[in-house]
């Protein structure tokens, strides 16, 4: 079973940071560095929208309201994927999930973290 673990989550005021990380284990996940990770966001009552992705080399790629603020990153040896989060503000309140993507040409493999919640106030 694949199982992807966000942690980092918590209450922070606006104009702070946080760190969140995703660990990655599971018997079929074959290898780490195959897959395309993502981190995806959704508040209550809304849609769950892209945040940012990363990719096996480390190319990454952010929302348009994150960018400049939220930076992603991994480390292979240790099938991790991290998202930095700066000069947070209110409207990034959301419960953040962790997504891992490979596409073949036969088949897409994609996988899911639990949720991890972000809440932005005074």
């Known amino acids: 079973q694949v199982q992807l673990v966000e942690s980092g989550g918590g209450l922070v005021q606006p104009g702070g940071s946080l760190r969140l990380s995703c660990a990655a284990s599971?018997?079929?996940?074959?290898?780490?560095?195959?897959?395309?990770m993502g981190w995806y966001r959704q508040a209550p009552g809304k849609q769950r929208d892209l945040v940012a992705t990363?990719?096996?080399?480390?190319?990454?790629n952010a929302a348009d309201s994150v960018k400049g603020r939220f930076t992603s990153s991994r480390d292979n040896a240790k099938n991790t994927v991290y998202l930095q989060m700066n000069s947070l503000r209110p409207e990034d309140t959301a419960v953040y999930y962790c997504?891992?993507?490979?596409?073949?040409?036969?088949?897409?493999?994609?996988?899911w973290g639990q949720g991890t919640q972000v809440t932005v106030s005074r």
């Open positions: 997504n891992a993507l490979r596409i073949t040409s036969t088949r897409r493999y994609e996988y």
């Open positions: 599971g018997s079929i996940f074959d290898i780490f560095s195959n897959y395309v």
């Open positions: 990363i990719t096996s080399v480390g190319n990454t």
